[in-house]
């Protein structure tokens, strides 16, 4: 076979999987060439290449999609071969032809591969007739509804619906009568023909709790194909993973020689090259079926690193230069345990609604059997345009206890401030019991947030903070306001009150403020000692209650994001949230930390509810700084030119209706 020299790779792709692709081919000793869109203009994969190329505006279809452009970013920087990443151009035939064409070494099966598997049915097809066991359904060209209809009745239901195009868990529909069949027919075409550009549809009978397990396999040019042994991805939601690991937890080493078999047969027949996963559905008893045939490198891709202990992007660039596999199937084995999560923008307490914002803290840490592969760090912009998976969490182990413990504790120890996660969800069901049972089958999560939501042990029940967070959150909010709220005399010390949002719950919080010691706070008529050992930002560590423990903060604007175990809150002060009610009565506080551009105010002016005082710049933005009180200016602690913290005091106004306790 003839080698495939090449020097210069170009990423197709972005977030972690481009940063991870990086990482491996710089250390082969390749030039690397990332290609970014608009809203990827500062991003983590952008900076991590030795070159990046401007692709287009931020929407897929007119950067990370669009061929031509791709082709002549690799055109402009001399990059002689290109690796698709998963998702995206990753199994498009069109793409691996067009870099064929063009002179590139695509990094990736043959287009007649990938043209063959991306068809469902006619991948299904191929498997059958080497062998493999696939559910029992309908595939065929004719998609008349009175057909469909016809095999639904023959297969039973309950039944699936697929685009036969389809992927990443779209198209997809279940039904459980006959009489829902016309509107899942409609809807799954709409899908299909929206995400696809083809409604061609399938039927299949529906397997019930199912789990989900591939096998990683692996081709080269001179006709070696080997398994890499299997992943278990039965935690999905909405029918997309979110929890892998390998070994699977249910197979003996009988069932794993099956099913390892069936993916050899299949990578054969397909005369299949570089890096490609087989997946199955199995039911209760462990019968396996076919679902098909990912023919790229996968995202749960690291478990399989972890405990074979290879670097399956360097075997991809080996067989894509047309060297032979690294290793012959029995020198593969499986040691240990490895279990990765997918960290992702998403409010899972909210049907999984993915947020989109700043990143204003993260900063995962490696250790020992602990693997992070992100996409963002702290400053990144999480956009709406592309996947809300942010990172991955990777945990390895002596057995699957370790893994799940250290994996765990690894989430809880990379709190990302800023927005919302999945983070507190994933630890939560890591410790759940169900996990440790192995008893998630795909469909579990679905039907706990059906029924669970309000079940305060469910990993759906959404955190609250506990009146230590918020005698912390009080803590902080003190000491960089400097007493920002209500304050008064109460006869041995100052005692001040502060209102706090989170959530959509305000609590009011007071506290005593001594020379010295811990601060007093009572949160709900409980009081609580809270000391701040050491406060910088995003490193708190505090002492309540005689227990010494670390917490991450980072402040936007007036609000405090806080994270304290596995779980993350934002703070702000109700007055404060909105720049124009900056304003708590009689004392005007700052809103935002930023610049005082204008102080307009003077002492003893009278001034009326909604005058602007002050004008602070902050995050390029101006922030009015307003009286929400009619009266007369006291004083003036704001001068023009100066860098102001959130919660400062600028203004004290007496006001018409002043309140006799007021000082
Ligand atoms: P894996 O089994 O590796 O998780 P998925 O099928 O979930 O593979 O897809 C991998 C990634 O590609 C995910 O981020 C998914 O959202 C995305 N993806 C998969 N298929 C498509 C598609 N047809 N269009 C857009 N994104 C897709
Ligand atoms: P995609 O290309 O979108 O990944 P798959 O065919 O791989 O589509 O199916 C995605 C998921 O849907 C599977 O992981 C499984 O959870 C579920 N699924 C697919 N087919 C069936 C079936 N026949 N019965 C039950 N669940 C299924
Ligand atoms: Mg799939």
């Given at each position: 076979m003839?080698?495939?020299r090449f020097?210069?790779l ?6 972690e999987i481009a940063?991870r ?7 082969m000793g ?6 970014f869109?608009?809203a990827?203009a500062d991003a983590?994969?952008?900076?991590a290449a030795?070159?990046?190329?401007r692709?287009g505006?931020s929407?897929?279809?007119?950067s990370y999609?669009?061929i031509?452009?791709i082709?002549?970013?690799a ?6 071969a ?14 691996a032809e067009?870099?064929?064409a063009?002179g590139?070494v695509?990094?990736g099966?043959?287009a007649?591969v990938?043209?063959?598997?991306g068809?469902k ?5 191929i498997?059958?007739a080497a062998g493999l066991?696939c559910?029992?359904?309908y595939?065929g060209e004719d998609?008349a509804?009175?057909?469909?209809t ?9 039944l699936?619906v697929?685009a ?7 198209g997809i ?7 829902e069949l016309?509107?899942a027919l409609?809807a799954?075409?709409r899908?299909?023909k929206?995400a ?7 039927l299949?009978r529906?397997?019930?709790r199912?789990?989900?397990?591939e096998?990683q396999?692996?081709?080269d040019?001179?006709g070696?194909v080997?398994?890499?042994?299997e992943r278990d991805c039965s935690?999905?939601r909405?029918r997309?993973?979110i929890?892998e690991?390998?070994?699977s937890?249910?197979l003996t080493?009988?069932h ?8 050899v ?6 005369g299949?090259?570089n ?9 209760a008893?462990?019968?396996?079926y076919f679902?098909e045939m990912n023919?790229?490198?996968?995202v749960e891709?690291?478990v399989?690193e ?5 670097d ?5 660039l080996?067989v894509a230069?047309g060297?032979?596999l ?9 040691r ?8 992702c923008a998403e409010?899972p307490y909210d049907?999984f609604?993915?947020?989109a914002?700043t990143v204003?803290?993260?900063a995962p840490?490696?250790?020992?059997g602990?693997?992070?592969?992100t ?10 345009w592309?996947?809300?998976?942010v990172?991955k ?10 893994a799940?413990r ?7 120890d990379?709190?990302?401030?800023g927005?919302?996660?999945?983070r507190?969800f994933l ?10 049972r192995?008893e998630i089958?795909t469909?579990t999560l679905?039907?706990w947030?059906?029924t669970?939501?309000h079940?305060a042990?469910s990993?759906?029940?959404r955190p ?5 967070d918020?005698?912390?959150?009080a803590?902080?909010?003190?000491e ?7 304050w ?8 001040f009150?502060l ?15 001594r ?6 706070v ?6 609580i ?5 050491e406060?910088?930002?995003?490193r708190i560590v505090?002492?309540?209650d005689?227990?010494r ?6 402040w936007q604007g007036?609000?405090l994001?806080l994270?304290?175990?596995d ?5 702000a ?6 720049a124009?009610?900056?304003a ?10 930023g610049l005082l ?10 001034v009326?509810?909604?005058d602007?005082?002050?004008i602070?710049?902050a995050?390029k ?5 307003t009286a929400?009180a009619?009266?007369?200016i006291a004083?003036?602690?704001?001068t023009?030119?100066?860098?102001v913290a ?14 006799a306790?007021?000082?």
């Amino acid at each position: 076979m003839t080698a495939r020299r090449f020097r210069k790779l170009l990423i197709a792709n972005r977030g972690e999987i481009a940063c991870r692709i990086v990482r491996t081919a710089r250390a082969m000793g390749y030039r690397t060439v990332a290609v970014f869109s608009d809203a990827d203009a500062d991003a983590m994969h952008t900076r991590a290449a030795d070159e990046a190329v401007r692709i287009g505006p931020s929407p897929p279809r007119e950067s990370y999609l669009d061929i031509a452009r791709i082709l002549d970013a690799a055109k402009k920087t001399g990059a002689d071969a290109i690796h698709p990443g998963y998702g995206f151009l990753a199994e498009n035939a069109d793409f691996a032809e067009a870099c064929e064409a063009a002179g590139l070494v695509f990094v990736g099966p043959p287009a007649r591969v990938i043209r063959a598997m991306g068809d469902k049915a006619a991948a299904k097809a191929i498997a059958e007739a080497a062998g493999l066991p696939c559910v029992p359904g309908y595939r065929g060209e004719d998609q008349a509804d009175a057909r469909l209809t016809a095999e639904a009745a023959a297969i039973g239901f309950p039944l699936l619906v697929k685009a036969v195009a389809g992927g990443g868990g779209r198209g997809i529909r279940a039904v459980h009568a006959a009489a829902e069949l016309p509107d899942a027919l409609a809807a799954a075409q709409r899908e299909a023909k929206a995400a696809f550009g083809d409604d061609r549809l399938m039927l299949e009978r529906l397997i019930e709790r199912p789990r989900h397990l591939e096998v990683q396999i692996f081709g080269d040019d001179h006709g070696n194909v080997v398994h890499l042994f299997e992943r278990d991805c039965s935690t999905q939601r909405r029918r997309q993973k979110i929890i892998e690991e390998a070994p699977s937890p249910v197979l003996t080493p009988a069932h794993r020689e099956r099913l390892t078999g069936y993916a050899v047969a299949l990578a054969q027949a397909a005369g299949y090259r570089n890096a490609g996963t087989v997946e199955f559905i199995a039911d209760a008893d462990l019968t396996f079926y076919f679902l098909e045939m990912n023919t790229r490198l996968q995202v749960e891709h690291p478990v399989t690193e972890m405990v074979v202990g290879v670097d399956l992007v360097d075997w991809q660039l080996r067989v894509a230069a047309g060297e032979p596999l690294p290793l012959r199937q029995d020198e593969i084995a499986m040691r240990g345990h490895a279990i990765e999560a997918r960290l992702c923008a998403e409010d899972p307490y909210d049907g999984f609604r993915p947020q989109a914002g700043t990143v204003i803290h993260f900063a995962p840490q490696e250790r020992g059997g602990i693997r992070f592969d992100t996409g963002v760090e702290t400053g990144s912009e999480v956009s709406p345009w592309y996947d809300s998976m942010v990172a991955k969490a990777i945990a390895g182990g002596r057995d699957r206890l370790e893994a799940t413990r250290r994996l765990a504790s690894a989430l809880e120890d990379a709190p990302l401030l800023g927005l919302a996660t999945n983070r507190e969800f994933l630890v939560a069901l890591l410790r759940g019991e169900a996990f440790d049972r192995a008893e998630i089958a795909t469909t579990t999560l679905d039907d706990w947030a059906q029924t669970a939501a309000h079940d305060a042990a469910s990993p759906f029940a959404r955190p609250r903070p506990s009146p230590t967070d918020w005698a912390l959150a009080a803590a902080l909010s003190a000491e960089r306001g400097g007493g920002a709220g209500e304050w008064f005399w109460s006869g041995s010390a100052f005692d001040f009150s502060l209102d706090l949002t989170c959530g959509g719950e305000t609590k009011r919080l007071t506290y005593t403020r001594r020379r010295s010691g811990p601060l007093a706070v009572a949160v709900d008529g409980e009081r609580i000692e809270i000391a701040l050992i050491e406060n910088a930002p995003p490193r708190i560590v505090f002492e309540a209650d005689g227990v010494r423990r670390r917490a991450a903060a980072a402040w936007q604007g007036a609000t405090l994001h806080l994270a304290v175990d596995d779980a993350a809150f934002a703070f702000a002060e109700p007055d404060h949230a909105h720049a124009d009610d900056a304003a708590d009565g009689a004392r005007i506080a700052a809103p935002v930390a930023g610049l005082l551009v204008k102080v307009l105010a003077e002492p003893g002016q009278a001034v009326a509810a909604g005058d602007t005082l002050a004008i602070i710049e902050a995050m390029k933005m101006e922030t009015r700084v307003t009286a929400l009180a009619s009266g007369r200016i006291a004083a003036v602690h704001a001068t023009a030119g100066a860098q102001v913290a959130s919660g400062a005091l600028l203004f004290e106004i007496e006001t018409e209706d002043a309140p006799a306790d007021v000082r």
